[in-house]
């Protein structure tokens, strides 16, 4: 069984990673943020609920995430491990996590997490440049990614731009949060000893390789 999860400060690549990992290892990407999204189409109460909820910028409360990510991890499809992203996100909801689990008779497995400079993770951040009309996303910061001409799309000859929260103030915003409420779900982990941790500095093949290492011999 593998169950995966990666934690990682903003701009990290944690999706990327996780798209990875569920493509190899043919699980689910569990991703909270989708399954909302998913059930906010639906005419039920709950995603009546949801839909108020993500269209004013709320937080689904608790309770009910609790109930959706039980629900989700109970499927056939996450009998033989699952990558999930977007939850937990505080301590309080780890430990909820953790009684899910045991509810439905799974393990925590792998809690990885990527481990990165905040320098360079700013870097990143404010390269990024995103293509206006065909999305592709290039970084002016990184030599490997970035584009042959600084505002021109490589792919479509597009208009490159930056996102509006892709700015320094923006980031130490995200980056402390990630700090206060992700801090203490990497210890929680630690002492329950399941906690792993991969350089997340590198390529994209690079730190899954690293992943890789940890979690491809098992079975
Ligand atoms: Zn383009």
């Given at each position: 069984m593998k169950n995966i999860m990666l934690i990682a400060p903003p701009a990290a690549g944690k999706g990327t990673q996780s798209d990875l990992i569920s493509k190899k290892y043919k699980i689910p990407h569990i991703s909270i943020g989708d399954i909302f999204r998913?059930?906010?189409?639906?005419?039920?109460?709950?995603?009546?609920?949801?839909?108020?909820?993500?269209?004013?910028?709320?937080?689904?409360?608790?309770?009910?995430?609790?109930?959706?990510?039980?629900?989700?991890?109970?499927?056939?499809?996450?009998q033989n491990g699952f990558v999930i992203d977007g939850f937990p996100r505080n301590i309080e909801q780890a430990i909820h996590y953790d009684e899910i689990l045991k509810s439905i008779g799974q393990e925590i497995g792998y809690v990885i997490s990527l481990d990165i400079d905040r320098e360079i993770?700013?870097?990143?951040?404010?390269?990024?440049?995103?293509?206006?009309?065909?999305?592709?996303?290039?970084?002016?910061?990184?030599?490997?990614?970035?584009?042959?001409?600084?505002?021109?799309?490589?792919?479509c000859g597009g208009r490159l731009y930056q996102r509006s929260d892709d700015n320094i103030e923006a980031f130490n915003t995200r980056y402390?949060?990630?700090?206060?409420?992700?801090?203490?779900?990497?210890?929680?982990?630690?002492?329950?000893?399941?906690?792993?941790?991969?350089?997340?500095?590198g390529s994209i093949e690079e730190v899954f390789q690293r992943i890789e290492n940890i979690v491809g011999d098992e079975k």
């Open positions: 998913d059930i906010s189409k639906e005419d039920t109460e709950i995603g009546i609920y949801i839909r108020e909820i993500l269209s004013s910028g709320k937080l689904v409360k608790d309770e009910i995430t609790y109930e959706v990510v039980k629900e989700r991890l109970a499927k056939e499809d996450c993770l700013e870097k990143r951040i404010i390269g990024r440049r995103i293509c206006e009309d065909c999305g592709a996303i290039f970084n002016i910061n990184d030599s490997e990614n970035a584009p042959t001409q600084e505002s021109v799309c490589d792919n402390q949060t990630y700090l206060d409420k992700t801090e203490p779900i990497i210890k929680h982990y630690q002492e329950i000893g399941v906690l792993k941790h991969v350089n997340g500095i």
